[in-house]
């Protein structure tokens, strides 16, 4: 029974470990946006390459925002109205790209993302990518070392404390 609640034990630490350690190698990818005066967006943020986006701005204080991105025309938003852009339909797919809006000198910038395919102004859904455990972004050697340590570490607390146990009955 004693060897049953170590192993338990050694387990759920094992699984704390696989819950934590994810959200401390965690960063945004830069996909912090910019922090300006006056508020913009992109939507949809991924197109397909021949799609449209809508553009909007907020709160500048010149009537006219400049919009310019290398994946479509550029766009002048008048009076804090939205416009359609059209991608062009030879964008890469896969790229991201920036699109740059201008209130009168003070510049924001967002990523738009062309999806694979071809559509006329939807989003392109890829759904979940299960299975692959974490591979699908390569690995890097300095956390597959720390991941081993920990587990090699909690199996060896593990093996230590079962055997304790059984020298102590």
Do not use: W
């Amino acid at each position: 029974m004693r060897s049953i609640s170590v192993l338990s034990s050694a387990l759920v630490s094992l699984a704390a470990i696989g819950l934590a350690t994810p959200a401390a190698v965690a960063n945004d990818g830069g996909t912090q946006p910019d922090v300006t005066s006056f508020g913009f967006t992109v939507s949809p943020t991924t197109v397909a390459a021949g799609g449209t986006v809508t553009l909007s701005s907020s709160e500048c204080e010149v009537p006219t925002v400049h919009v310019t991105a290398p994946v479509f025309d550029n766009v002048e938003l008048n009076e804090g109205q939205t416009a359609s852009a059209q991608v062009y339909p030879d964008a890469k797919p896969g790229a991201q790209y920036d699109v740059t809006f201008d209130c009168d000198g003070e510049k924001g910038t967002t990523s738009l993302t062309i999806a694979s395919g071809t559509g006329h102004g939807t989003t392109v859904d890829h759904g979940v990518k299960a299975g692959l455990g974490g591979s699908a972004g390569g690995t890097d050697p300095a956390l597959m070392a720390a991941g081993g340590a920990l587990i090699a570490g909690t199996l060896g607390v593990g093996y230590l404390r079962l055997r304790k146990r059984r020298d102590d009955s």
